[in-house]
């Protein structure tokens, strides 16, 4: 009986991949890789992203050795689709993780990256989606063809919501290994692409391909790696949730820290990343002669099979577990992000002469609004090249000196402190001063060389709170 079932096995396996996957006269119509699964096509037939030479050929799945029915990995897509696997409406979120397979270009692994993903995120009341994009092995380009995929994902999704019962302002993606290379790119090219596809004629005209949030796992090269010119990063970026191996996947860790790294010097906010001293990237070879497993694989006890609950903590913070319509605290804190001045340079300008240097030192007084420390106003003594009190800066902000000579600021331009626990530096320009004194000319302040005074990291729940702080004040005359 043994045998006969061990013969018997893989000719079954076949006729079911023949069944899926007929050639026909129109378009290919992709088949759900689990039950239950609603599918959807990327583009409408006739689309000039499709290649029409190749829009009929079916997919070819890699069927499980071990575990009859399961599709390890597919190849030969040029149909890219969706697939929509919903929760119950008690349990339901509203938020949903599209998510991108890897397999270095070459094929898709949609079991370990995609359908284990379901019931995982079933439990929290995640409704998860398998992406199916097409593959540098069959014709397309990872950097444009593939990445497409990836933003006309967002749009589809958000675009049909309401019929999934979904929230659009919780629709986020999830890339592993090349599907991170997609991920990591919709991150930061939505306005790009949503610009080019914005036509009377093109169906999902005005519906938005920003992600909600991003999760980035071992990830290949990024759009901010070495070898590539950095896109800017728009300033409504949404939060990163990143995940590798470290140092015997050194080239995966690198390009998280590529991407991590130029998202921290804008301060973007809500980034996580989890870098584990233990761990390989998946199909690397082991000292025992396995390999490594890949996505919610426990990877035998070690903490890097666990990075997944990790993302849970990430994602229940930043109120993606909430239910169906309540502003999550990643919308307000982008929110409050764009409200902030613009980080440019903030080098004195053109033309413009040193009148006045002096050091400040005190405090930087938040208060808590809304859930976020707000500054308040700074609270410091303006000191000469020798220590001697020479003024006061305080609320406006204003700098006043002891010559009874005042000016107020506006910030015009702000750079990031390296460290993340010092204000930023800035570039202010003056409102009318007063008084006749040292600062009754003054057109521009700079502050630089900060130490300390950034807002608190305690949980905001009311109050004030005094920060200690030193920097050097720079003002300037001439050039308005």
């Excluded at 995120?121 to 199916?132: A, E, S």
């Amino acid at each position: 009986m043994t045998k006969k079932k061990t013969i018997i096995l893989p000719l079954l396996i076949m006729a079911v991949c023949a069944a899926q996957n007929p050639s026909t006269d129109a378009p290919y119509a992709p088949q759900p890789i689990l039950a239950g699964g609603v599918v959807m096509t990327l583009y409408p037939p006739g689309s000039p992203l499709l290649n029409k030479e190749k829009v009929r050929q079916a997919e070819q799945y890699n069927m499980s050795q071990a575990v009859p029915g399961r599709i390890n990995s597919i190849v030969n897509i040029h149909n890219p689709s969706l697939e929509v696997h919903t929760v119950e409406a008690g349990l339901n979120t509203g938020a949903a993780v599209i998510l991108v397979p890897g397999g270095g270009h070459n094929f898709l692994n949609v079991g370990s990256e995609g359908a284990d993903f379901v019931p995982f995120f079933y439990n929290y009341g995640v409704n998860t989606i398998i992406l199916r994009n097409r593959l540098r092995r069959d014709g397309y380009d990872p950097r444009t063809d593939e990445v497409y995929d990836a933003q006309q994902a967002i749009r589809l999704v958000r675009a049909h919501a309401k019929d999934f019962h979904l929230d659009p302002n919780k629709i986020g993606i999830m890339g592993f290994s090349a599907g991170a290379e997609l991920a990591s790119a919709a991150a930061v090219l939505f306005d790009d692409f949503d610009q080019k596809n914005s036509t009377p004629g093109d169906p999902l005209a005005g519906v938005s391909s920003r992600p909600d949030f991003v999760g980035v796992i071992y990830p290949g090269p990024t759009p901010f790696a070495r070898n590539r010119v950095a896109p800017p990063i728009p300033r409504n970026v949404p939060p990163s949730f990143i995940a590798s191996a470290g140092s015997d996947d050194q080239i995966h860790a690198i390009w998280a820290d590529e991407y991590f790294a130029a998202m921290l010097a804008l301060r973007v906010p809500n980034l996580e990343m989890h870098i584990y001293a233990n761990g390989r990237h998946p199909g690397d070879p082991l000292p025992d002669g396995s390999h490594m497993s890949g996505g919610l694989t426990d990877r035998h006890g070690i903490p890097f099979g666990t990075w997944q609950f990790r993302f849970i903590d990430w994602f229940r913070d930043l109120g993606f577990l909430e239910k169906p319509g309540v502003e999550t605290k990643a919308a307000k804190d982008v929110a409050y992000y764009l409200s902030q001045p613009v980080t440019i340079a903030v080098e004195p300008l053109a033309g413009v002469v040193l009148a006045l240097s002096a050091s400040g030192e005190g405090f930087q007084v938040y208060s808590c609004t809304e859930g976020h420390w707000t500054l308040k106003a700074p609270d410091a003594k303006l000191l000469d090249e020798h220590g001697v009190v020479i003024g006061t800066h305080f609320a406006g902000p204003t700098w006043r000196l002891n010559d009874g000579s005042e000016v107020k600021g506006k910030v015009i331009a702000n750079r990031p402190a390296s460290d993340g626990s010092s204000v930023p530096s800035l570039l202010l320009q003056a409102v009318p001063a007063s008084g006749t004194g040292k600062l009754a000319n003054v057109t521009y302040i700079g502050r630089t060389d900060t130490h300390g005074g950034s807002a608190p990291a305690t949980v905001c729940t009311g109050g004030e709170e005094r920060v200690p702080y030193r920097a050097n004040y720079s003002f300037y005359t001439g050039r308005q």
